[in-house]
């Protein structure tokens, strides 16, 4: 489904850089595949409605007919969309002024309430801060046992209900316990239960009502579908919401209900899970969840990026060379040329899928550009497009010509085969779908 | 199957109104622009996905006749499947049938797990559950807790030993003991790992070596709320795994569980079982008919 989406928004891309010029129905066949990326990716229907009518109404307007490069104006539009209706920017969590802080947790059966319980308290202590968990869920079977366990691991206190205790009570118990022990932040993890379940809803209003919460996340699993909205909407009726997490999107889901929730709820994502260890707990990043939304690497940022201090033909030859593996040091020395323009090569790197995490060691600084690119020029055409033959004399007559150390060439050659590398694992990526994206 | 009627119908309550209103109204429609359109938000809102609606909007446009029976029967060809639509294995005295679970993190396969232990030994079988989710938290407790409430044994070993190892262990034991049925519940894992993936082929792997037969079922326990992603992961597993059917989990809420048609028409895995609360009867044989015409009636 993933790259059959790709392709199609491909093609559709592929007829709209076509052309010079734009009108409606150009727009409207681009926007029939983002739609349709959209609906892939779970975002509720009316909400890729109400989405698509206003990129519509900026694209077909004066702006995307004047831009030379039409296209790449439509993905940024909608991209810039995306973005905004995400939020903007990462939302943190809002601590409490008169510690400790109470954060209560409430979602569906199995969307990672516990899991991410135990994330936030192993982040906060990692801190120095100090946590404790409540075991308000008195349902599952060994539910209290799992968080326990975990708070175990994290070396973190927890508050678990006596026999026959009721939510509610525990977690009164609990929150009175940490404020006597002089807790940062207090943890409730509720049991998983149905937005149409009158009592288990009411229930978690009690539990709210006596916790007096600070903040109140609906854990989300990251692949729900259309009733994303649904859940949203009665967990904040009844609870009121202060943000969300998505879990599991280590995966391949697009996470389209973070965008329908933010939508009917008005409410930021405010962490997401990626993985089942304790770590795996990041913030959230509109602009890298609208290009996942679409189905494609943040290579588009990248051109974007490129189309706007070099010139557009060069740009479009980059990125298909990324994507076949090609890119040379020629490459490269052409790139440092317009690299001012563009911002640190670490910052452009970290937009090629699977290149996210650039290297430790990597960074290329303002003054390192010239003596790299007087490196290269030093090299001969061979050289450059296959630098494996560069031996030990070869490095000495590239140093001296270009008046650098032999280290220095050294550190390029191992620079550039490290980027080389991580284009071949971002290319590999995406024969599985994570860079499905055609120049 | 009577009772599957009742408790589906009491399931998909919520479910039906909805659904059944809008495309009531949208099969009436005479323009077909609008029919199309409507036909559309309704199919998609319930996670059916763009290519079953295409597919099931495409087979009432332009056809005479009561759109509304052709809807009906398109939807059951969906579900039904084109290729052999094969009978379950029975289960047999000539040693334990070996079910195994499996699914990504929370969809329900320990409960799934709990509810099988309890639906076959209400029927009188003997019945092992093997508890091989040894890495998530208190997997193996919840486990024997659903084992506890339904009088039947949980071979477990500690938490982080080799998950293949109690697989291997609980089949011996099953043998030795003579059981008609042995439950695997696995640990939740994205079909994306592809190392986790490699643990599950290794647990199915153990078991064939106690005789090709084992497992006799593989089923993909699956969230009715999950949208899209179900494809990916019917995929996965079924590539890592070789599914022989999916299970649909949390029909009680107001998730439609429409994507099991998206996942027919792909992956053409039949459904076998719904989840529909939490507790231990809360499951139902699957019936596409019935399954239809519940949403449909
Ligand atoms: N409402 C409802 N809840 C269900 C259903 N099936 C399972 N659940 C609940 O979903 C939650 C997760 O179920 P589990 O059985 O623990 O899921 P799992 O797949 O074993 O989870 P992991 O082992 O953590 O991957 C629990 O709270 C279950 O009670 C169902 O059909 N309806
Ligand atoms: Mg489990």
Redesign the pocket.
């Known amino acids: 489904m993933f790259e059959e989406i790709s392709r199609k928004l491909d093609s559709a891309f592929q007829k709209l850089r076509g052309k010079g010029k734009l009108n409606e129905k150009d727009v409207t066949a681009g926007l029939r595949e983002i739609r349709l990326a959209l609906l892939e990716a779970d975002v509720h229907y009316k909400v890729v409605k109400e989405f698509l009518s206003a990129v519509k109404e900026r694209a077909v307007g004066n702006e995307v007919l004047k831009s030379i490069t039409p296209g790449q104006q439509i993905v940024k539009i909608v991209h810039e969309e995306l973005v905004k209706l995400l939020g903007g920017q990462s939302a943190p969590l809002r601590l409490a002024s008169q510690p400790p802080t109470v954060v209560l947790l409430a979602g569906l059966?199995?969307s990672g309430k516990t899991t991410f319980a135990a994330k936030l308290a192993a982040r906060y202590k990692k801190r120095g801060k100090r946590p404790h968990l409540v075991a308000a869920d008195i349902y599952?079977p060994a539910a209290a046992d799992q968080l326990e366990q975990l708070a175990e691991t994290i070396g973190c206190t927890i508050t678990r209900g006596e026999e026959g205790e009721s939510p509610e009570s525990i977690t009164e118990r609990a929150i009175r316990k940490a404020r006597g022990d002089l807790k940062d932040l207090v943890i409730v993890d509720t049991a998983?239960r149905?937005h149409v379940d009158d009592d288990l809803m009411g229930e978690i209003e009690r539990i709210s009502a006596v916790a007096e919460p600070h903040e109140t996340l609906l854990v989300v699993d990251g692949m729900t579908g259309q009733d994303a909205v649904n859940v949203a909407t009665a967990f904040q009726e009844r609870i009121g919401l202060d943000g969300f997490v998505l879990t599991k999107m280590d995966g391949d889901a697009r996470g389209g209900a973070a965008l329908s929730i933010r939508h009917v709820t008005g409410t930021p994502v405010k962490f997401v899970g990626v993985g089942e260890g304790i770590e795996a707990l990041e913030e959230f990043h509109p602009d890298r969840m609208a290009t996942r939304l679409l189905g494609m690497g943040d290579v588009i940022t990248l051109v974007e990026k490129a189309a706007e201090s070099i010139d557009h033909e060069k740009a479009i030859r980059l990125a298909e060379r990324m994507k076949r593996q090609q890119f040379t040091l020629e490459d490269f020395a052409d790139q440092l040329k317009s690299l001012k323009n563009m911002g640190p090569l670490d910052q452009i790197l970290g937009m090629i899928p699977g290149a996210a995490k650039l290297p430790k060691g990597l960074s290329v600084d303002e003054k390192g550009l010239g003596r790299v690119g007087a490196i290269i020029s030093s090299m001969t055409p061979t050289e450059r497009v296959e630098p494996v033959i560069i031996n030990g004399s070869r490095r000495k007559r590239i140093a001296a010509g270009s008046g650098t150390s032999v280290q220095e060439v050294n550190q390029l050659l191992k620079q550039f085969d490290m980027i080389r590398k991580m284009m071949k694992r971002a290319g590999k990526k995406g024969r599985r779908g994570l860079m499905p994206i055609g120049f | 199957m009577a009772g599957f009627f009742v408790n589906l119908k009491r399931g998909l309550q919520k479910t039906r109104s909805g659904l059944v209103n809008s495309l009531k109204s949208a099969v009436t429609r005479q323009d077909p622009e609008e029919l199309r359109e409507e036909l559309e938000a309704v199919l998609l809102q319930g996670d059916v996905g763009i290519l079953a609606a295409d597919r099931l909007i495409k087979s009432i446009q332009g056809q005479d006749g009561d759109r509304w029976q052709l809807l009906e029967e398109e939807m059951l060809r969906i579900l039904e499947g084109e290729g052999e639509n094969g009978e379950r294995p029975p289960i047999t005295t000539g040693g334990p049938h070996v079910i195994l679970l499996v699914?990504t993190?929370?969809?329900?396969?320990?409960?799934?797990a709990g509810k099988l232990a309890s639906k076959y030994a209400g029927e009188g079988k003997s019945v092992l559950l093997a508890a091989a989710?040894t890495y998530?938290a208190a997997?193996i407790e919840?486990l024997q807790i659903w084992g506890e409430r339904s009088g039947v044994d949980v071979i477990s070993q500690e938490r982080g030993a080799d998950a293949a190892s109690v697989a291997y262990d609980s089949l011996s034991a099953a043998i030795a003991r003579n059981m008609d049925v042995l439950i695997v519940?696995t640990?939740?894992r994205l079909q994306t790992r592809s190392n986790l993936m490699d643990e599950l082929k290794k647990i199915r792997r153990v078991l064939q070596k106690q005789g090709d037969q084992y497992p006799q079922e593989t089923f993909l326990?699956l969230d009715a709320t999950i949208g899209q992603n179900a494809l990916s992961q019917a995929r996965l597993f079924h590539e890592a795994v070789e599914l022989d059917g999916l299970i649909l989990?949390?029909?009680?809420?107001t998730a439609k569980g429409g994507m099991v048609l998206a996942v027919r028409q792909e992956v053409d895995l039949p459904v076998r079982y719904i989840?529909?609360?939490?507790r231990a009867d809360?499951l139902m044989e699957f019936s596409p008919k019935e399954f239809v015409q519940a949403l449909l009636e």
């Open positions: 059966q199995g599952r998983g149905l | 699914g993190n929370g969809s329900g396969k320990t409960t799934t989710d998530r997997a919840q519940d640990a939740g326990v989990t949390k029909l009680d809420g989840g529909v609360g939490e809360d």
